[in-house]
């Protein structure tokens, strides 16, 4: 089976702009959570959807949503960037039967 | 809330030396716990994980934990470092194990030659 792929890889934006990240989950996985890994505050949980619907969300202002297709794929989306939204963005595709989590490359977002 | 505490942020040790790396863990329920690794402009692989069916969990590349729960303690061990072990290692909890993972904030292992 193919892993979890993340497209853009890397992304560089300019504050204020908006950013959509995309991620598509493992064949039959039909959950996908979202983590931002920055040096300070480490991983932390941005949200999950399960069949296209959001079951949990992380402490995280509005300016991050997110949203699941038919398909699994799912998209994250930033708006209004701000410097502090610089950070490796982590896709991470469920086994719910086993509860594994298997993530996906990242994508690099610098914001200038 | 749970919550999870890496001992020592960076741990250096000499080729074919014991690897150690501590871990401790914070939860209302019985915890299911996971090692990941991450080397350098990659994501998370999963190394192990414990979900109450074994204290003593193995997982690939010759590593493997012990959940100690009058410790509250999962640490992660190898017998024998290789250079190829140089990576940054997270601890995570989850309360069932298909709730969000709580990481820890990591501890890079260097191996010397």
């Known amino acids: 089976k193919a892993g979890v792929t993340q497209t853009p890889r890397y992304l560089i934006k300019t504050r204020g702009q908006q950013v959509t990240l995309s991620c598509s989950p493992i064949?039959?996985?039909?959950?996908v959570s979202w983590y931002q890994q920055t040096p300070g505050q480490g991983l932390q949980f941005l949200f999950e959807?399960?069949?296209?619907?959001?079951?949990n969300k992380g402490n995280f202002p509005g300016r991050f949503s997110g949203r699941q297709f038919s398909n699994s794929r799912s998209e994250m989306n930033v708006s209004t960037l701000e410097l502090g939204d610089s950070a490796l963005y982590l896709c991470?595709?469920?086994?719910?039967?086993?509860?594994?989590?298997?993530f996906g490359p990242g994508t690099r977002l610098t914001v200038t | 809330a749970q919550s999870v505490t890496q001992l020592g942020s960076h741990v250096s040790v000499s080729e074919g030396a014991l690897v150690l790396l501590r871990c401790n863990y914070s939860?209302?329920?019985?915890?299911?716990l996971f090692w990941y690794v991450q080397y350098p402009n990659q994501g998370l692989q999963l190394l192990l994980k414990y979900t109450s069916a074994a204290t003593l969990v193995k997982g690939i590349n010759g590593f493997e934990a012990e959940f100690k729960k009058s410790e509250t303690s999962f640490h992660l061990t190898k017998p024998s470092a290789h250079m190829s072990d140089a990576a940054e290692y997270f601890c995570?909890?989850?309360?069932?194990?298909?709730?969000?993972?709580?990481f820890g904030k990591g501890t890079r292992l260097s191996v010397i030659a």
């Open positions: 959807y399960f069949s296209e619907t959001q079951r």
């Open positions: 939860s209302s329920v019985p915890p299911y």
């Open positions: 995570a909890v989850s309360d069932s194990g298909n709730t969000p993972l709580v």
């Open positions: 991470a595709s469920r086994d719910r039967a086993i509860q594994e989590q298997y």
């Open positions: 064949s039959g996985h039909r959950s």
